[in-house]
């Protein structure tokens, strides 16, 4: 017999794979005050996950996060280990989904993924892989999470969560510019994504199949269709992050294909959208890209503007992760206009950040940076004696 916390948590996947998240909200808001005043706990905690879940979609983030802490909260209160290990992985998604805050959401897979390992629950502990994978730094990470995913899906005959690995696999070997193997694993991904029912998975298949097949110049308008179609899916669904993300690939699509138009029309798109929302973590995002398109039309001081907004979101948003970016990209920029004094002064920041941070790679990279930008000197002061003009004086 199904208990009210089977059936609820069933209509809240269902109703999340066909994107009617207001009518997830509508529903979570009764039966989490249904809940509270009946003392029921456990349905209480998926209340507040389906509304965390639904209105991350949504994009209304700053909500997502408190539902999902509160989800937390009341779930170690009770003891739950599976509501527990749920709420870590809806928190996870909010900060990597709405605020880019991997290392956040790192930690909060991490946790998952002991606990359901320990806990002996499959479906829990591949779930919380996947949300590793998608964040890995590396591609054979990513790969390595997936084969693991995919593996557990087919056991336990979960047609959706290997789709979803799938689709993380394929993205790996996009990453590495295999686009055969992504395109076959994709061609499976959406057929279990079809077979599953989940609408929207589907669109986020079928617009990284457009991403693929607008890599051959061929098939590049077709690409360019598929993405636009999963785009559409997106807005009708007022999904977003996945609007968001669709927009930006979308962009660098036409970056890459130097149709620079083409490219600034879709991430002037992203930043109505990030303002649109009221959402300061998209805003930084789009800033720092309109950064590098400005980069690439030569025009470094509009790019040393941009570049400067996005290190002052990224500051007021709290996210040092971002702020060091930004800070290194314009010590890229000062560096290409031979100030070294001022490309060293923003180095040196980004790699404080970094250090606070314990990122030791990215600390080493800067640092290698700051001595490239002496060499740099030294180079200019020879070639001045030699009445050469250094490019970008």
């Given at each position: 017999?199904?208990?009210?916390?089977?059936?609820?948590?069933?209509d809240i996947s269902e109703l999340m794979k066909s994107g009617a998240f207001n009518e997830i909200v509508?529903?979570?808001?009764?039966?989490?005050?249904?809940?509270?005043?009946?003392?029921?706990?456990?349905?209480?905690?998926?209340?507040?996950?389906?509304?965390?879940?639904?209105?991350?979609?949504?994009?209304?983030?700053?909500?997502?996060?408190?539902?999902?802490?509160?989800?937390?909260?009341?779930?170690?209160?009770?003891?739950?280990?599976?509501?527990?290990?749920?709420?870590?992985?809806?928190?996870?998604?909010?900060?990597?989904?709405?605020?880019?805050?991997?290392?956040?959401?790192?930690?909060?897979?991490?946790?998952?993924?002991?606990?359901?390992?320990?806990?002996?629950?499959?479906?829990?502990?591949?779930?919380?892989?996947?949300?590793?994978?998608?964040?890995?730094?590396?591609?054979?990470?990513?790969?390595?999470?997936?084969?693991?995913?995919?593996?557990?899906?087919?056991?336990?005959?979960?047609?959706?969560?290997?789709?979803?690995?799938?689709?993380?696999?394929?993205?790996?070997?996009?990453?590495?510019?295999?686009?055969?193997?992504?395109?076959?694993?994709?061609?499976?991904?959406?057929?279990?994504?079809?077979?599953?029912?989940?609408?929207?998975?589907?669109?986020?298949?079928?617009?990284?199949?457009?991403?693929?097949?607008?890599?051959?110049?061929?098939?590049?308008?077709?690409?360019i269709e598929q993405q636009l179609t999963a785009l559409e899916v997106a807005r009708g669904m007022e999904?977003?992050?996945?609007?968001?993300?669709?927009?930006?690939?979308?962009?660098?699509?036409?970056?890459?294909?130097?149709d620079s138009d083409g490219a600034r029309g879709y991430l002037d798109q992203m930043l109505a959208l990030?303002?649109?929302?009221?959402?300061?973590?998209?805003?930084?995002?789009?800033?720092?890209?309109?950064?590098?398109?400005?980069?690439?039309?030569?025009?470094?001081?509009?790019?040393?503007?941009?570049?400067?907004?996005?290190?002052?979101?990224?500051?007021?948003?709290?996210?040092?992760?971002?702020?060091?970016?930004?800070?290194?990209?314009?010590?890229?920029?000062?560096?290409?206009?031979?100030?070294?004094?001022?490309?060293?002064?923003?180095?040196?920041?980004?790699?404080?950040?970094?250090?606070?941070?314990?990122?030791?790679?990215?600390?080493?990279?800067?640092?290698?940076?700051?001595?490239?930008?002496?060499?740099?000197?030294?180079?200019?002061?020879?070639?001045?004696?030699?009445?050469?003009?250094?490019?970008?004086?």
């Open positions: 017999m199904r208990t009210k916390t089977d059936s609820l948590r069933r509508d529903r979570c808001h009764v039966e989490l005050t249904l809940a509270r005043r009946e003392r029921r706990q456990s349905v209480e905690v998926i209340a507040l996950l389906g509304l965390a879940g639904a209105q991350c979609s949504l994009g209304h983030f700053v909500f997502a996060r408190d539902y999902a802490n509160q989800a937390l909260e009341l779930a170690e209160e009770i003891r739950s280990i599976g509501l527990t290990i749920d709420a870590l992985n809806a928190r996870a998604r909010v900060a990597r989904e709405g605020f880019f805050q991997t290392a956040e959401a790192s930690d909060d897979y991490l946790r998952a993924v002991d606990s359901a390992f320990a806990a002996g629950d499959m479906r829990r502990y591949a779930q919380s892989l996947l949300g590793l994978g998608e964040i890995a730094a590396s591609s054979s990470d990513s790969s390595k999470h997936a084969w693991r995913v995919i593996d557990i899906a087919r056991e336990l005959n979960d047609e959706q969560l290997e789709a979803r690995a799938i689709l993380l696999l394929s993205n790996a070997f996009i990453r590495r510019a295999d686009y055969k193997k992504a395109s076959d694993g994709l061609l499976v991904a959406l057929r279990k994504a079809q077979k599953a029912a989940d609408r929207l998975l589907e669109s986020v298949i079928i617009g990284q199949q457009g991403l693929v097949l607008a890599q051959d110049s061929d098939a590049f308008q077709r690409g999904a977003v992050f996945h609007e968001f993300m669709r927009l930006y690939t979308l962009a660098m699509t036409m970056m890459a294909a130097q990030s303002q649109d929302v009221q959402h300061k973590p998209y805003e930084m995002y789009t800033l720092g890209l309109l950064g590098q398109w400005q980069e690439m039309q030569e025009q470094p001081d509009v790019a040393v503007a941009y570049y400067g907004r996005a290190v002052t979101a990224a500051r007021e948003v709290g996210n040092p992760a971002y702020e060091a970016r930004y800070l290194y990209a314009l010590g890229v920029v000062y560096q290409s206009q031979w100030d070294f004094a001022g490309a060293r002064q923003q180095f040196a920041q980004a790699r404080a950040l970094y250090r606070s941070l314990a990122d030791g790679r990215n600390a080493t990279r800067v640092s290698a940076s700051i001595v490239y930008t002496y060499l740099l000197f030294f180079a200019s002061r020879v070639m001045k004696l030699m009445g050469v003009r250094p490019k970008g004086k």
